[in-house]
């Protein structure tokens, strides 16, 4: 195993990962922008009010986006398969 083939794995570790975790942690961090700008209009400083709607959408979003999550990491792990096979 050389040492360009290691870098090329954790490459594309981290590529699968950004594409798997992006769309939950951007539409985490909107849903928390939108709460935090709700809470500093009206001067609510209850600090658990953006937990439940955070992961209310998260959760929704998880299960809207399964499919894709689902066939990225079936990529994902053919792809590492058939790397064990050619060494």
Do not use: H, N, W
């Not at 798997?20 to 985490?28: K, M, T």
């Not at 609510?44 to 929704?60: A, C, D, G, H």
């Amino acid at each position: 195993m050389t040492e360009q083939l290691v870098m090329q794995i954790v490459r594309d570790a981290f590529y699968y990962i950004l594409l798997i975790v992006g769309p939950l942690l951007l539409a985490s961090l909107i849903v928390g922008l939108l709460i935090s700008i709700f809470q500093a209009a009206t001067s609510i400083s209850e600090q658990t009010l953006t937990f439940v709607p955070k992961l209310i959408v998260v959760l929704l979003l998880v299960v809207l986006l399964l499919p894709y999550l689902i066939t990225t990491l079936k990529t994902f792990t053919i792809q590492m398969f058939t790397m064990i096979q050619t060494m």
